[in-house]
Nanobody, 121 residues
Framework: QVQLVESGGGLVQPGGSLRLSCAAS????????VGWFRQAPGKEREFVGA??????????DYADSVKGRFTISKNNAKNTVYLQMNSLKPEDTAVYYCAARSFADSQYRNWGQGTQVTVSS
């Protein structure tokens, strides 16, 4: 079982940047897909992006709403996945969660506690 802890949220002005971190403990991310999700007040949770974590590769996939602005990366040595968010907009305001699932599983079963991102002037 992998435990996840997000960090890096905060208040940023429109057009600014933030980097969120998702650190794993209990086991490594290797062999998992790590996803980022967000939930704004009164809205459904939505997929932001995901990366497959293996020793040799880490291809990422993104929702259209963040493509070109957000980048997911990983540091295997630190067992951490990052979400770099650039050109932030007020509509990016939400609680951001990271989650993990094994390659063989269709559901994300391990979730972090979430971190608040607020984009406002």
């Amino acid at each position: 079982q992998v435990q996840l802890v997000e960090s890096g949220g905060g208040l940023v002005q429109p057009g600014g940047s933030l980097r969120l971190s998702c650190a794993a403990s209990g086991r490594t991310f290797s062999g998992y897909i790590v996803g980022w999700f967000r939930q704004a007040p009164g809205k459904e949770r939505e997929f932001v992006g995901a990366i497959s974590v293996s020793t040799w590769s880490g291809t990422a996939d993104y929702a259209d709403s963040v493509k070109g602005r957000f980048t997911i990366s990983k540091n295997n040595a630190k067992n951490t996945v990052y979400l770099q968010m650039n050109s932030l907009k007020p509509e990016d305001t939400a609680v951001y969660y990271c989650a993990a699932r094994s390659f063989a599983d269709s559901q994300y079963r391990n979730w972090g506690q979430g971190t608040q991102v607020t984009v406002s002037s």
